[in-house]
């Protein structure tokens, strides 16, 4: 029986080592095939052509392309892209493979529309994935709703917000919002609070963990930067009244006019400058800021979005 | 050098899906036979002859045991080019024509380039299909597979050969065909060991015979041996009907067919007999000495287990 | 030994002859010329686009469906109808059996290829009426192609070699189907924690990556194929069929005929 014993012993130690061979000859094929498999995206002209050629397997080939998309933005966002090419691709054939997809839409809202580095910065384009959704799915109101906060976000189009909010609002089981949000865009447009009734909305009614947590960004960097616009008011009045900044919150509460130490929405206290001004602790915690920078700060590469609550 | 050396060779299938209950196909054999013989495996179907067969092929492995074959062990491939094997009913590749089976078997089996066609040819005609070469063997009948099958296994000119069944499948005039080609094999010095559950066939060619019944070894030993008249008796037949009492005397016992006595008496009063006859004019038509047919060997041995075991294992 | 296996090979190839496999290649030819005079009449640039993508697909396509549906009878339809018997009581090793066996389907497999690759350029010819640096590329696509057919030969092989051939054709599809995926598989598994993490991670490395294979698109576009990935998918189309063969032989070497 040795010849035989000898054949499973060569052939065993043979099989190990094409093993191993072969997951790392396939970690250096990934190396240099690094997102092929997505530019081929490029090439598909015709997405209602590939809906056809997928043979009734659409849904499954939505999802596929659908995870692609997830992961190739997260990839990008990771590393401070600055371009986000095939986001629209990926997000325009996983919604014509699947046009009930309807978190691809939201994902087009905020993640292909705004600019970079945060985004594709292709706003027009957003719109047209919306109201291709919209055509497929009248009675989606997150569909109106995500027009109106791309019109209202990029493209600061306020009077083309509030006709989506509107639309959306007449459709049945509309989120009650829609009609509160296009009610209030005439006289509010361009403030805090209807920016922060959006993402609002927005952080309540997604299901995607990607999306909420962008939101509850924008949300502490809305709170921020009212924060810091109220705490800058008061040291300024302070100066008038006593002729120099203060050198400390305490300073603040004992005239009065505050009461306990401020502190971020992450929990930190804010800094008070000597000039006045009032800066964040952990500016880099806190990307969508206007207000409370340092002076001289550069906001990271590629901002940091805390995981979602 | 025993041609074949069997020790022990045992194989037991577990059968069922929750409870593995043990077959066993073949318990523990020893056997051993001579280079030169023909070796006749007997027994009933499911005895376990193919299974022996197959374990000495290497086609199954043993649970215990082992076997060689020529000295050299059964998975080695120098022994392999010197045995061939004819399996129970053949199948070959039918999209092939018989002389591309054996060329391609001759290849397998290391024939060199510059004899195969020569053999192969031989080979054919000596099967009796000197014409089919090149008809594929789809278009074979059962008894023409058989001969292809017998051409395959000697094509290379092997010491020992294997035959599972050789009869089956083939006519009497075939039958006979292939007794023939067998005898010739031992007179070219081969050894031949092959199975079947056809006595007349191991009578006439064997020289030593196995009785294997529900995978035991139930007797071994040479058929002379085996079918010599042990009992002593004779069978004398003559023409009448007629039993004269002097006969009956002798303690004959006389069975009468048409115009025919057949009685059977010790072999001691065989003259006496005769000259009984002769008395009385009757007309003798033989005296026979009756054996104890290979059948009764074989049909005693099938009796269950506590029948005797062996009557030796070497001849 | 080698003549061995190059002579079971030999059979084995002659036997998909005369199974008149080859005859899969009138069909293709009639599709690909209907192809060629249809896409002939639609406007320019996209013939060639068609004729690759179609030629190409075809290719893939039928060579995936042979090499299925003569690997999965490679070993066990030997063993179902006993064929095997008289060749294994011969001085053939089994390894050198089944090694045997895959060269033959493999061969089998190259020259149906061959003179698909010849229809493929014929039509592309007609329609662009010259040859371009493209047709440089469409010989590494069908270069890939043949790498994934070997894979699957591999894979179809050692299935046979211990379930019936239902069974294997079912196995060989889906890893063929899931492989195409497995840069995918691979996102996926990166998505996942704990011991699912290492699970999806493991099976996706174990699939056969026929994704990094596909290059047809890339190439119907006239995309280059860079040197390193060529040498890349090489060696692993060689090192994973090899893995899939040393698996069948273990398997076989070890089975109890029936």
Known sequence: ?????????????????????????????????????????????????????????????????????????????????????????????????????????????????????????????????????????????????????????????????????????????????????????????????????????????????????????????????????????????????TGRFPSSFSELEAAGMLRGTPRDPLGQSYKLMPDGSVDLRTPDDFPFIEKGMPAGYEPPVSPKILPSD | MAAIEILGLEKTYSIGFWRKRPKHALRPLDLKVEEGEIFGFLGPNGAGKTTTL?????????????????????????????????????????????????????????????????????????????????????????????????????????????????????????RREVRDLMAQLKVEGKTVFFSTHILSDAEALCD?????????????????????????????????????????????????????????????????????????????????????SLEDYYLQKLQPANATVGVGAKA | MNSRIAHIASNTFREAVRDRVLYNLIVFALLMSAAAVVVGQISIDIERLVVINLGLTAVSLFGMVIAIFIGIGLVSKEIEKRTLYTVLSRPVRRWEFIVGKFFGLAGTLAVNTFFMAIGVFVALLYVSHRFQNQAGWVLVALYFIILQFLIITALTLFFSSFSSPLLSAVFAFSLFVIGSFAEDLRGFASMTQGTTRWLATGAAYLVPNFSALNIITSVAHSQPVSGQLVLYNSAYALVYTAMAICGAVLVFERRNLK
């Not at chain 2, 059962?142 to 599972?164: C, E, N, S, T, Y």
């Open chain 1, 1 to 241: 029986m040795s010849s035989s014993r000898w054949v499973t012993v060569i052939f065993s130690v043979f099989l190990a080592i094409s093993l191993i061979a072969s997951v790392l000859l396939q970690r250096g094929v990934d190396q240099l095939r690094t997102g092929a498999t997505l530019e081929e995206v490029l090439y598909i002209s015709s997405p209602q052509a590939l809906k056809r050629l997928s043979l009734g397997y659409d849904g499954l080939l939505a999802d596929i392309y659908w995870t692609r998309a997830v992961q190739y933005y997260g990839n990008k966002h990771h590393d401070g892209a600055r371009r986000f090419d095939l986001l629209a691709p990926l997000l325009e054939i996983t919604t014509a493979l699947d046009p009930q997809l309807l978190v691809a839409y939201e994902y087009g809202a905020n993640f292909l529309a705004p600019q970079p580095p945060n985004g594709a910065g292709m706003p027009e384009r957003a719109i047209a994935l919306e109201e291709f959704g919209i055509r497929n799915n009248p009675n989606a109101w997150q569909l109106y709703y995500n027009a109106g906060f791309i019109h209202y976000m990029e493209l600061k189009d306020y009077a083309g917000a509030a006709k989506a909010f509107a639309r959306g609002a007449q459709v049945p089981n509309a989120h009650p919002f829609l009609a509160i949000l296009a009610g209030k865009m005439a006289e509010h447009a361009g403030d805090r609070q209807m920016a922060r009734m959006m993402w609002g909305t927005s952080y309540q009614t997604t299901k995607d963990i990607n999306v909420r947590a962008n939101a509850a960004a924008h949300l502490r960097a809305l709170q921020v930067d009212e924060d810091v616009t109220n705490l800058e008011a008061l040291t300024a009045r302070y100066q008038q009244q």
């Open chain 2, 54 to 174: 197959k374990l000495l092929m290497g086609l199954i492995f043993p649970t215990a045991g082992s076997a060689r074959i020529l000295g050299m062990a059964v998975d080695d491939p120098r022994m392999k080019a010197q045995i061939g094997f004819l399996p129970e009913q053949p199948y070959f590749y039918d999209y092939l024509t018989a002389r591309e089976l054996l060329e391609y078997y001759g290849q397998l089996s290391g024939v060199e380039a510059k004899q195969r066609w020569f053999r192969v040819n031989e080979v054919l005609q000596r099967v009796g299909l000197p014409d089919v070469g090149g008809v594929q063997l789809r278009k074979f009948s059962k008894g023409m597979l058989q001969r292809v099958g017998i051409a395959q296994a000697i094509l290379h000119d092997p010491k020992v050969v294997f035959f599972d069944e050789p009869m089956s499948g083939l006519d009497p005039m075939g």
């Open chain 2, 208 to 292: 030593r015979v196995g009785i294997i019944h529900q995978g035991e070894l139930r007797g071994v030993g040479a058929v002379a041996d085996l079918t010599s008249s042990v009992h002593g008796k004779v069978e004398v037949v003559w023409q009448g009907t007629t039993v004269p009492a002097s006969l009956r005397a002798l303690g004959a016992e006389c069975h009468v067919t048409r115009d025919t006595v057949r009685a059977m008496l010790s072999e001691a009063n065989q003259d006496a007999a005769i000259e009984a006859l002769r008395r009385e004019r009757l007309r003798l038509v033989s005296v026979t000495p009756v054996r104890t």
